[in-house]
């Protein structure tokens, strides 16, 4: 403490220091009062409409048939919303069992939410934002296809947490339509 | 100015940890992580102003040659 530099120095090491603690505070506060949202998401399968057409997938030779699936979508996220979180990302995925891969899970929709006045979702007939296609190319007359609504917490400190809420019924994919005009 | 020194490095001890307690608790009263770092960041203005400068308070029993 005996010239100025030395002063800034140790000033500022402290604070790293503090700050360090503050936010690792902030961080166990997190786990120790987590949060969960309300009971009333539901998410319902509307329209679904397969394999409308082939259409060749960035990694592969051969086209792909595409499944278009609309539904609906109703949540409220508010009680995820703490001091601690920074923004929260809402995720709609399709997961099936498949023969070469057992389970399969692809994320159609997404959304981010940044405050608790965005909160809430209401969505009617969705369109999917992402294409869906599997890796064998084949997705004409899948079983036991189901959407999951799932959330991602994502604080200003400490660890990421997920949670899921909100599954459809199982549904069956229906054959093969070709496009008019298509190979 | 050994005397001031041990001054400085008390007041800043206690200054920054002070401001750390306080940061904490704003923020998690109003709710809001900002107020946690307005106040955690202006008490360590407030740290450096009263400690970085020499102001003569820490030169009151000077070393004599």
């Given at each position: 403490?005996?010239?100025?530099?030395?002063?800034v120095q140790?000033?500022?090491g402290?604070?790293?220091?503090?700050?360090?603690?503050?936010a690792?505070?902030?961080?166990?506060?997190?786990?120790?009062f987590?949060t969960?949202?309300?009971?009333g998401?539901?998410?319902?399968?509307?329209?679904?409409?397969?394999?409308?057409?082939?259409?060749?997938?960035?990694?592969?030779?051969k086209?792909?048939?595409?499944?278009?699936?609309?539904?609906?979508?109703?949540?409220d996220?508010?009680?995820?919303f703490?001091?601690?979180?920074?923004?929260v990302?809402?995720?709609v995925s399709?997961?099936?069992?498949?023969?070469?891969?057992?389970e399969?899970?692809v994320?159609?929709?997404d959304?981010?939410?940044s405050?608790?006045?965005k909160a809430?979702?209401?969505?009617?007939?969705?369109?999917?934002?992402?294409?869906?296609?599997?890796?064998?190319?084949?997705?004409a007359e899948?079983t036991?296809?189901?959407?999951?609504?799932h959330?991602?917490?994502?604080?200003?400190?400490?660890?990421?947490?997920?949670?899921?809420?909100g599954?459809?019924?199982?549904?069956?994919?229906?054959g093969?339509?070709?496009?008019?005009?298509?190979v | 100015?050994?005397?001031?020194?041990?001054?400085?490095?008390?007041?800043?001890?206690?200054?920054?940890?002070?401001?750390?307690i306080l940061?904490?608790i704003a923020?998690?009263?109003?709710?809001d992580?900002?107020y946690?770092?307005y106040v955690?960041?202006?008490g360590?203005?407030l740290?450096?102003?009263?400690?970085?400068?020499?102001?003569?308070?820490y030169?009151?029993?000077?070393?004599?040659?």
């Open positions: 403490m005996h010239s100025s530099l030395v002063r140790n000033v500022f402290f604070f790293t220091t503090v700050a360090f603690c503050v690792s505070l902030v961080a166990l506060s997190s786990v120790l987590p969960e949202p309300t009971a998401t539901a998410v319902d399968i509307t329209n679904f409409k397969v394999t409308k057409g082939r259409v060749r997938q960035y990694h592969s030779s086209p792909h048939e595409l499944a278009a699936i609309n539904f609906d979508l109703e949540a996220l508010e009680p995820l703490n001091w601690n979180t920074k923004q990302f809402a995720y399709v997961s099936y069992p498949g023969q070469k891969f057992t399969n899970e994320v159609i929709w959304r981010i939410i405050t608790p006045a809430k979702i209401n969505l009617k007939n969705q369109k999917p934002k992402y294409k869906l296609n599997d890796i064998t190319g084949k997705m899948r036991n296809v189901t959407l999951t609504f959330w991602n917490v994502q604080p200003h400190v400490g660890a990421l947490t997920w949670g899921e809420s599954k459809s019924e199982p549904i069956t994919l229906p093969f339509e070709k496009k008019a005009g298509s | 100015d050994f005397e001031g020194q041990n001054l400085a490095e008390s007041l800043t001890t206690t200054i920054i940890a002070f401001t750390g940061a904490f923020g998690w009263v109003l709710s992580l900002k946690t770092v955690g960041l202006s360590t203005t740290a450096f102003l009263a400690v970085v400068p020499p102001w003569p308070m030169n009151r029993n000077p070393l004599v040659w």
